[in-house]
């Protein structure tokens, strides 16, 4: 049968720009006529602006509605072709679109209740004689549409028998006495969904049903059942049928963050193929991945959900499906059917027996399928549920068979009211194929359901069967690779017993739903199942998941730590280069060098870098109140008895460079013992700056529990940062005038330059500074303290790199250079000397 396919297969492809007749093979006359309704075409069209009752226009072909629609046909020819079942009796059939749309199924279905051979329908007190247009009708497929067609018909007692509509509303005897389905009802396939999550230990999940009568229906059935067997809804929603609708991309969206928020790894579909693309599609471009989807038939099987790109991301599908047998012949008969209708002779034969249909009362046949090949339905013919549409028209030709009186060999010739149908329907079984059917109280067939693995294998999907119910549900796990890095089952608990060090977090619309969620940082909690985690004192903390608090250590800069160590070190170096210096410019207090650059002076400032270095010990240890107060005070004290010799240098240089004639009589006010006075001065202005900061806030100790998980940090607050920047701004006008006084003053190669060093030295401070400023007011740790004393070394070995280092050498390696010369008049500048 294959090869046959696969020749008949190519040589429809190739033939597949010609028309065919296709569309003519959905009626036939007959003895007895049976009615189709499937959805030959879908998306309907102009359904929210129509108006006018005019036709309802659908978009495209749905190949499952063809092949459920051929699967009729075939059935229908098979038994004509029998010379057992209904021998001397000839059926026939009248095929219309529904296009899923119940506004659509009522046209035709009005026209299956016309008197036969007229248009109308008669109006009377008592049917019992009334012969409509057909005996039986099979469909449709949809829940929604049997709910409107069931009932025109149970008025008949037009028996109906449905291939797809699962709703348990279809199961009232009473209302629709003459509906059958060879399906089960919904109530079946939500109990082996329910047994399914049991089986694997779910009950953490989140239900999605399509907004129509098969979505509703099965969501609010598989609600109450799974609230008998302690399954735990996160979250319900509805997803729109319409999907032409504004507000559908919306609402899809809403659903799908709503399921990120709740964080569950199993969603129990209940949709029709349409909507379930929709919801998928958003779901893969939306990024929610990594989940067990488990489906039904309505969408599993439909190749308009399998091939969506990337869906092998949206993580596990599972599902039920009905036990239903291949329909033997029925892909060989498809294949030469479609080698047919492209024969002219074959389309003039079918054409003619239209005609005798009377086809000129309503044209809804698939006009579509004239333009479509074996090619784009071989690929659903091997996995649609055909065998659902072949059960139903064997059970009309059952009933006839029954109410005729029919023999092996010949039926007689009688007349049959489609009433009379119906009790051998209820009554009596039917055999297909070696296997006996049989329809429950419900009206319903149940053969049980196959549970089938989406399983992908270089990008080709398998319906891999992995389980069975009936009355029980047998699973075969190692058949099923989950999406899991370890291809080991998801966890999807709803409860369990907490621990210590966790509490139970409610989650979904169910109280008895809840997580045992870790209790965060700084809560713990002491008693099992505890519902909430209690706070930590503010002096205590606790890690997650813990059951009792701790007390925070203490946290500052300690004197054994490495760090500390090092700028110890560090600190050492820079005192002894401090010191070497000065004692070197002690002994070389008389040379020229020394005195021009400021003779004793230079003693005090290098003493005054010396009290800076040892004040880093104040950064270092538990600091205080007292501790806190000291540091800028001292800090700023220091900095400025270093920077006052400078700035009394500088205006030296100023006097001497540009007001040369003004020189001689202020010079001695900036080069003998008068000098100190200035420093004094200097020094005096600095100390008020000092009282101001402590006047309206002085730097004090505060305890941080929020910046260390386990420790409290002991850190120096700056309380007015208004006073820090007047006491140490007052440093800083120093430095900015001594650079203004020295950074364009040149002198000769033959001449030192003095003002080089302070220009140097002043810019190193700068940058220092803005480091420091950025750094110290943001950060909030023990590295502060390692800041403050970094710039006080920095600071103070950049002065003596750049001011006093350079001196050295000359002295100790360059003594020739050491001359009353070299240093006489070394800060005039180059012009004044060109002029000489």
């Known amino acids: 049968m294959v090869p046959d396919l696969l020749l008949c297969l190519s040589f429809g492809y190739a033939a597949a720009l010609k028309p065919t007749c296709l569309s003519a093979q959905f009626r036939r006359p007959g003895d007895f006529i049976i009615g189709g309704l499937f959805p030959f075409g879908m998306d309907t069209v102009n359904l929210t602006a129509r108006s006018e009752p005019t036709l309802v226009v659908c978009e495209r072909l749905s190949v499952d509605g063809l092949i459920w629609a051929l699967g009729m046909k075939f059935a229908i020819d098979q038994i004509n072709n029998s010379t057992s079942l209904l021998p001397g009796v000839k059926l026939g059939y009248d095929m219309y679109d529904t296009c899923f749309e119940p506004l659509v199924a009522l046209q035709p279905s009005l026209l299956f209740l016309t008197r036969n051979g007229t248009r109308g329908i008669g109006v009377l007190c008592n049917y ?25 018909f149970s008025f008949f007692l037009i028996p109906q ?19 059958y389905r060879t399906v089960p009802g919904d109530k079946n396939l939500v109990e082996a969904v329910v047994l399914l999550l049991n089986k694997f230990g779910w009950n953490w999940i989140a239900t999605i049903g399509s907004d129509d009568e ?50 569950v790894n199993i969603i129990v579909l209940f949709a029709f193929s349409q909507p379930a693309q929709a919801l998928l599609e958003h779901s893969i471009r939306m990024g929610l991945s990594g989940k067990v989807w488990i489906g039904t038939e309505a969408w599993m099987l439909s190749d308009i959900a399998a091939s969506i790109p990337n869906i092998q991301s949206i993580g ?33 034969e079918s054409r003619e027996l239209n005609h005798l249909m009377n086809s000129d009362m309503l044209d809804t046949h698939c006009k579509r399928c004239d ?56 009554t009596l079984p039917f055999k297909v194929n070696g296997q006996s059917f049989r329809f429950d109280q419900s009206h319903s067939t149940n053969t049980g359901y196959k549970l089938i693995f989406w399983s992908w294998k270089n990008g080709t999907l398998t319906y891999l069967p992995v389980g069975d119910y009936e009355e029980s549900l047998i699973i075969n796990k190692s058949q099923i690779q989950f999406h899991t890095a370890d291809q080991k089952e998801p966890t999807s608990e709803c409860f369990r017993h907490c621990k210590p060090g ?14 045992c969620t870790d209790c965060p940082e700084n809560t713990f909690c002491s008693t099992k199942d505890s519902s909430t985690c209690t706070p930590c004192l503010e002096h205590q903390w606790s890690p997650a998941r813990s059951p009792q608090c701790y007390d925070r250590s203490e946290r500052y800069l300690f004197w054994n730590e490495p760090l500390t160590i090092a700028l110890l070190m560090l600190m050492s170096i820079t005192i002894s280069l401090t010191c070497l210096t000065a004692v070197l410019f002690l002994k070389n207090l008389e040379t020229p060098l020394v005195q021009a650059s400021g003779g004793t002076l230079n003693l005090f400032a290098l003493f005054t870098l010396m009290l800076l270095c040892l004040s880093c010990c104040l950064y270092i240890g538990k600091p205080s109140n007292n501790l806190c107060m000291i540091q800028q005070i001292v800090y700023a004290l220091c900095l400025n008895g270093c920077f006052s010799t400078f700035f009394i240098k500088s205006l030296e240089i100023t006097l001497v460079t540009e007001f040369p004639r003004c020189a001689p009589t202020f010079l001695h006010w900036v080069t003998q013992r008068r000098a100190w006075l200035l420093v004094a001065l200097c020094l005096l202005t600095e100390c008020l700056f000092c009282f101001c900061y402590l006047h309206l806030g002085p ?18 607050y700056t309380q007015s940062w208004f006073a820090f920047a007047l006491m140490h701004g007052y440093n800083g006008c120093l430095a900015f005038v001594c650079f203004l006084c020295t950074f364009m003053v040149q002198t000769s190669g033959k001449k030192y330059n003095i003002a080089r060093g302070i220009t140097f030295a002043i810019l190193i401070y700068f940058i220092i500074c803005i480091f420091f400023v950025t750094i110290f007011a943001t950060l909030k740790t023990v590295l502060r303290s390692v800041t403050q004393i970094g710039t006080i070394l920095t600071t103070s070995l950049g002065i003596l790199g750049t001011y006093y280092i350079p001196k050295c050498y000359i002295i100790l390696l360059k003594p020739d250079l050491n001359t009353v010369d070299y240093f006489q008049n070394s800060i005039k500048e180059e012009p004044e000397e060109d002029s000489q």
């Not at 479509?372 to 071989?378: E, F, G, K, P, T």
Request: net charge positive; glycine share 4%; charged share 15%.
């Open 316 to 348: 596990t599908v599972l599902g039920f499906i009905m036990k239903a047998r291949t329909v033997p012949g029925f892909q060989k008969y498809v294949a030469n059917l479609f080698t047919s209708v492209q024969q002219d002779k074959f389309c003039q």
């Open 502 to 515: 966790q509490f139970r977090q409610i989650k979904g619309f169910h109280l008895c739903c809840y997580d």
């Open 371 to 426: 333009h479509i090949s074996l090619h784009d339905v071989s690929s659903m013919l091997s996995h649609s549920q055909v065998q659902t549409v072949y059960l139903a028209v064997y059970s009309v030709a059952y009933a006839l068979h029954r109410a005729l009186g029919c023999t092996h060999q010949a039926c007689p010739k009688a007349s049959i009211r489609s009433w009379q149908l119906l009790h051998f329907m209820n």
């Open 699 to 716: 730097d004090y100790l505060v305890s941080d529990y929020k910046s260390l998980p386990t420790e409290v940090l002991l850190l120096c």
């Open 161 to 179: 028998v449905s291939y797809g509509a699962t709703t348990e509303k279809l199961s009232n005897t009473e209302l629709y006495p003459s509906f």
């Open 214 to 263: 098969y979505g509703r229906g099965a969501q609010g059935l598989f609600l109450s059942i799974a609230g008998n067997h302690n399954i735990c809804i996160a979250f319900e929603s509805l997803i729109p049928t319409d999907l032409a609708d504004p507000e559908a991309k919306s609402q899809l969206e809403d659903t799908i963050k709503l399921i990120n928020k709740t964080k």
């Open 128 to 152: 019992t004689d009334y012969q409509p247009r057909v005996t039986a009708v099979i469909g449709p497929h949809k829940s929604d549409l049997c709910l409107v067609t069931a009932k025109l």
